[in-house]
């Protein structure tokens, strides 16, 4: 989207030019939402009946919008809190978020997921933009004279700003040398990363505050756990904390692998036995570690297992998907990513939702 004074119909030109470079799959649902005197102009494009699915969200007087894309795991109980305190919650999985931001005087800090966001408060005149406290749930962003730009892809941003189409040294050095690149750049030139944990507030289409709900420095200064104490904690909340990530609207599969972290996820899933479908990914000639040891744990847990193989389908494609997953991450994955992201895509035919241990 963009934060703008151009003219309307200026702007939703280049919403809708944006809005086209990240339809990437045709059962992904589009919108936009624009608020002329806020000079707001947003879109989004979310996967069909996905937690980002059902934009734009509002409160009961339209005086709040909320657009949201990525994952919130709140506490089981929530949405039910929020209703009995008299809010109406719409349809869509996520509404409780926006009557969240009006009883909550610590949103977006109390979210627990990773995402990014456009908040407009009518009230108060007032457009906030927002991510998570790691800055997983990426977006890029341009400053110009006359429009602020931002985006979850760089390519969206330079479909309306060609000039931009240069490569930022620095960063290209980084990203070889390092495998990321750093302080918030990007691969091209004027085109900046939001900084994470942001809320960058804007009034009459300028920018106000760039400021940030959360400092790493606030968790690095707790005290030190002994370690049985640090273990007892790590069992107590991990364990209480673990149904929220399957009690989401869409089915869910485990990535099951032979490492610890997939492991605990299985030892402490508490569902039905069949109710889980579990992939491994693998290869064509014998079965790897990972292989082995998740078709052990998934017959010891009931769960259904199937291998995933990137064999002679993946390489007959090579050429596209090499071509497909550099363009889909502006740059910020080489060819040698086109077979995680091949494999991905199977495991989409099995559920839209991937659990990982990660």
């Known amino acids: 989207g963009l934060i703008t004074k151009l003219p309307r119909e200026r702007a939703e030109r280049q919403l809708a030019l944006m809005l086209d ?6 059962f992904y649902v589009t919108g936009t939402w624009v608020d002329e005197s806020l000079g707001v102009y947003v879109g989004w494009s979310a996967r069909k009946g996905s937690f980002g699915d059902g934009m734009p969200l509002s409160n009961e007087t339209g005086e709040v919008v909320l657009v949201f894309a990525g994952e919130e795991f709140s506490e089981s109980g929530t949405a039910a809190r929020l209703t009995a305190r008299g809010h109406t919650l719409g349809s869509a999985e996520a509404s409780y978020l926006v009557h969240l931001y009006e009883d909550d005087p610590g949103f977006p800090a109390c979210l627990n997921g990773f995402f990014h966001g456009l908040l407009v408060n009518r009230v108060c005149g007032t457009v906030t933009l927002l991510n998570d406290r790691y800055g997983m749930q990426r977006l890029y962003f341009h400053e ?31 990203l070889v040398a390092l495998d990321a690149i750093l302080e918030n750049r990007s691969l091209f030139q ?63 599969a485990m ?4 490492g610890l972290d997939t492991r605990a996820v299985m030892a402490w899933y508490r ?31 009931g769960q259904p297992h199937q291998v995933i193989q990137a064999g002679a389908d993946f390489l007959s494609q090579f050429p596209h998907l090499a071509e497909r997953t550099v363009y889909l991450t502006d740059g910020c994955a080489d060819v040698s990513w086109s077979a995680p992201f091949y494999v991905c895509q199977k495991a989409r035919e099995i559920a839209p939702v991937r659990m990982t241990g990660n």
């Open 255 to 258: 990535s099951l692998t032979g």
């Open 21 to 26: 470079t990240l339809r990437h799959e045709p």
């Open 144 to 174: 110009s004279k006359d429009a602020f730009y931002f985006a979850a892809e760089a390519k969206a941003i330079l479909s309306v700003r060609p000039e931009l189409r240069s490569l930022n040294q620095a960063s290209v050095g980084e």
């Open 190 to 252: 004027g085109i900046s990363v939001l900084p994470a944990a942001s809320q960058w507030t804007f009034r009459n289409g300028v920018i106000e505050d760039r400021g940030a709900y959360f400092h790493p420095g606030e968790w690095e200064a707790q005290s030190t756990l002994d370690p049985d104490r640090y273990y007892q904690y790590l069992r107590e909340v991990f364990s209480k904390n673990l149904p929220r990530y399957f009690a989401g609207r869409q089915r869910v």
């Open 271 to 301: 569902g039905p036995e069949g109710s889980l479908p579990c992939y491994t990914f693998g290869g064509i000639y014998r079965d790897c570690r990972d292989v082995v040891v998740a078709r052990q744990v998934a017959r010891a847990c």
